[in-house]
């Protein structure tokens, strides 16, 4: 444990090779963004790309923009830049619909590969979506599927002979725990079974590898580390190896080999692009191609390690000044098995949330008990971190979380 005060946090700033990076970013003043992990902020670009978009494209030249402004190209140069960031090669990635509809095409393929076998295996504590898909999908089947819940920090135990697929967050949304995908991945195709690895909460937070890992499909979203905005399209990705093999089961006609041709009957086009549905949504996609820029030139190795300096900085600093108020932190010290957040259990977890919101200290709750603070080193300076836990002990020695409107319950927490 190191001993931090101001002084302290002001000097790892001077020191920080990654603070020149948080100009690429319009945060408002005043504000801790401590829920990247959520919805990234704003990077700059962002609007006047929109503007340009609007007014000149859309306007201007309406539907011949698809051909003279290479709208069609979208979601394969975002699945280039996302490809560099996941270890994965350009041709194996594409921006794509949601997280939600790309786990099922990614559980649908991975089961036609497996013929044989009738379980899809998932974590009981995965993200609720995760777990409903593949309940959805083994439903819609008929009677000889079945989803299984297993262990998330010991998944191997749960896997046998009729294990097809396995669907795994490789970072826990509530605890940040994080998983080691080479080892997990070869593991589970030791037992004859393929993977699936959801990156919500791993693309943009750290280095990925998912060739080095010999993984066979993944998705992820776009709107969190990645900083694409509200609803922002998510990404998909399947190895090489596995995909002109089958053809995954949306079979919209931006998916055939010839979409112009409008034939009566499907042709899946080879590679990637059969993954594509339907017309991808423009705006939201324009928006997350220039927030992408704001990695260029990063080096995600360096973020990993300014990651689990904050991420340490801040355990440290709730433990030391806040712990007599019962904060029990949820996430793992061990700086190797953990995301980019840091999460603590409290029975009053929920109104303590919202009196940091209200004195701008952004973090979010999870249920039952979880506050939940993302750590993204690209804007997040050491000071950010001193002033966060010092307003939380200021909330707590005061009681000031304990107001009748703290505890209302909003639609969104």
Same mark, same amino acid.
């Given at each position: 444990?190191?001993?931090?005060?101001?002084?302290?946090?002001?000097? &790892?700033?001077? !020191?920080?090779?990654?603070?020149?990076?948080?100009?690429?970013?319009?945060? *408002?003043?005043?504000?801790?963004?401590?829920?990247?992990?959520? $919805?990234?902020?704003?990077?700059?670009?962002?609007?006047?790309?929109?503007?340009?978009?609007?007014?000149?494209?859309?306007?201007?030249?309406?539907?011949?923009?698809?051909?003279?402004?290479? %709208?069609?190209?979208?979601? =394969?140069?975002?699945?280039?830049?996302?490809?560099?960031?996941?270890?994965?090669?350009?041709?194996?990635?594409?921006?794509?619909?949601?997280?939600?509809?790309?786990?099922? !095409?990614?559980?649908?393929?991975?089961?036609? @590969?497996?013929?044989?076998?009738?379980?899809?295996?998932?974590?009981?504590?995965? =993200?609720? #979506?995760?777990?409903?898909?593949?309940?959805?999908?083994?439903?819609?089947?008929?009677?000889?599927?079945?989803?299984?819940?297993?262990?998330?920090?010991?998944?191997?135990?749960? +896997?046998?002979?009729?294990?097809?697929?396995?669907?795994?967050?490789?970072?826990?949304?509530?605890?940040?725990? !994080?998983?080691?995908? #080479?080892?997990?991945?070869?593991?589970?195709?030791?037992?004859?079974?393929?993977?699936?690895?959801?990156? &919500?909460?791993?693309?943009?937070?750290?280095?990925?590898? @998912?060739?080095?890992? !010999?993984?066979?499909?993944?998705?992820?979203?776009?709107?969190?580390?990645?900083?694409?905005?509200?609803?922002?399209? &998510?990404?998909?990705?399947?190895?090489?190896? /596995?995909?002109?093999?089958?053809?995954?089961?949306?079979?919209?006609? /931006?998916?055939?080999?010839?979409?112009?041709?409008?034939?009566?009957?499907?042709?899946?086009?080879?590679?990637?692009?059969?993954?594509?549905?339907? #017309?991808? *949504?423009?705006?939201?996609? &324009?928006? $997350?191609?220039?927030?992408?820029?704001? =990695?260029?030139?990063?080096?995600?190795?360096?973020?990993?390690?300014?990651?689990?300096?904050?991420?340490?900085?801040?355990?440290?600093?709730?433990?030391?000044?806040?712990?007599?108020?019962?904060?029990?932190?949820?996430? #793992?010290?061990?700086?190797?098995?953990?995301?980019?957040?840091?999460?603590?259990?409290?029975?009053?977890?929920?109104? +303590?949330?919202?009196?940091?919101?209200?004195?701008?200290?952004?973090?979010?709750?999870?249920? *039952?008990?979880?506050?939940?603070?993302?750590?993204? *080193?690209?804007?997040?300076? =050491?000071?950010?971190? %001193?002033?966060?836990?010092?307003?939380? /002990?200021?909330?707590?020695?005061?009681?000031?979380?304990?107001?009748?409107?703290? /505890?209302?319950?909003?639609?969104?927490?």
């Amino acid at each position: 444990m190191k001993n931090w005060d101001l002084t302290a946090a002001r000097a &790892a700033d001077r !020191k920080d090779d990654l603070a020149r990076f948080r100009s690429r970013f319009e945060l *408002p003043d005043g504000v801790i963004y401590l829920d990247g992990n959520s $919805l990234g902020p704003l990077p700059v670009g962002v609007r006047e790309r929109i503007s340009e978009l609007i007014d000149n494209e859309w306007r201007n030249s309406l539907i011949r923009s698809w051909n003279a402004h290479d %709208w069609s190209d979208l979601p =394969f140069e975002i699945g280039r830049k996302i490809a560099k960031m996941i270890g994965a090669e350009a041709d194996e990635v594409v921006c794509v619909d949601s997280t939600s509809i790309n786990i099922f !095409k990614n559980l649908s393929t991975a089961l036609q @590969l497996r013929p044989d076998r009738q379980v899809i295996a998932t974590p009981k504590g995965n =993200f609720p #979506t995760d777990i409903y898909i593949a309940e959805g999908l083994s439903k819609q089947l008929g009677g000889n599927y079945s989803v299984r819940l297993i262990d998330h920090e010991d998944p191997i135990a749960g +896997i046998d002979d009729d294990v097809a697929v396995v669907l795994l967050t490789q970072t826990d949304y509530r605890t940040g725990y !994080k998983l080691d995908m #080479t080892a997990i991945t070869q593991a589970i195709h030791d037992k004859g079974a393929l993977v699936v690895w959801d990156l &919500a909460h791993s693309a943009g937070a750290f280095p990925v590898d @998912l060739n080095g890992a !010999k993984a066979d499909f993944a998705v992820g979203c776009g709107y969190k580390y990645l900083n694409g905005g509200p609803g922002a399209p &998510a990404f998909l990705y399947v190895a090489k190896r /596995h995909q002109n093999l089958v053809e995954q089961p949306l079979a919209g006609w /931006h998916g055939h080999a010839e979409p112009f041709a409008f034939e009566s009957h499907y042709r899946p086009a080879d590679g990637i692009l059969r993954n594509i549905c339907g #017309t991808s *949504p423009i705006l939201s996609m &324009a928006s $997350l191609n220039v927030a992408l820029d704001a =990695f260029e030139g990063v080096d995600m190795q360096m973020v990993q390690n300014k990651s689990q300096a904050l991420c340490d900085m801040f355990i440290d600093l709730v433990e030391s000044r806040c712990g007599e108020f019962g904060f029990v932190l949820a996430t #793992t010290r061990d700086a190797g098995r953990r995301g980019s957040q840091v999460s603590f259990h409290h029975e009053n977890g929920y109104p +303590i949330m919202q009196a940091l919101i209200a004195r701008d200290v952004i973090g979010d709750f999870r249920a *039952p008990d979880i506050l939940r603070f993302g750590f993204t *080193p690209l804007y997040l300076s =050491f000071e950010d971190v %001193w002033n966060a836990v010092e307003i939380l /002990h200021q909330i707590m020695e005061s009681g000031n979380w304990d107001q009748e409107r703290f /505890h209302i319950r909003a639609a969104v927490t």
